[in-house]
């Protein structure tokens, strides 16, 4: 799959969040064929450490970490970071698991198990809008 923007020279930093390192490990194959540099992290404390050292263009965020959660995560990371994307994915399926996650700074909330051949579609449509609107601004 060929996505607009996909070359060397604009390689997309990815920072994805995730309590299970398999599922970690997922992402960055994922992506990486798309050329995204993905930067994998477990827990709150070290995803909010590096969040804050290095610039990314993304931030995928799952509810479980092995210290904290997703909501707490994406809440710490909109104190000091409002213009990053923020997908959040999870397997809850409540309709007050989307809300949380969407009133705590992200911008999408998908499913688990979700279509995985879409996921960087989205992602690189979530960049392009947030880079569109930090011109305008």
């Given at each position: 799959m060929k996505i607009k923007g996909?070359?060397?020279?604009?390689?997309?930093?990815?920072l994805c969040a995730d309590g299970h390192e398999d599922t970690c490990s997922l992402v960055t194959c994922l992506l990486k064929p798309f050329g995204?540099?993905?930067?994998?992290?477990?827990?709150?404390s070290n995803g909010l450490r590096i969040a804050?050292?290095?610039?990314?263009?993304?931030?995928?965020?799952?509810?479980?970490?092995?210290?904290?959660?997703?909501?707490?995560?994406?809440?710490?990371?909109?104190?000091?970071?409002?213009?990053?994307?923020?997908?959040?994915?999870s397997a809850r399926v409540y309709e007050s698991d989307r809300q949380r996650a969407l009133d705590a700074?992200?911008?999408?909330?998908?499913?688990?198990?979700?279509?995985?051949d879409a996921i960087p579609t989205i992602i690189f449509q979530l960049i392009d809008?947030?880079?569109q609107l930090q011109l305008v601004s």
């Open positions: 996909d070359t060397p020279s604009t390689k997309k930093r990815i995204c540099e993905v930067t994998t992290v477990n827990d709150m804050r050292a290095a610039d990314y263009d993304l931030y995928m965020v799952a509810c479980k970490l092995t210290e904290g959660t997703g909501i707490e995560f994406c809440e710490k990371l909109r104190e000091f970071d409002q213009h990053t994307p923020i997908l959040f994915w700074g992200a911008n999408v909330f998908l499913r688990k198990p979700c279509d995985y809008e947030s880079q």
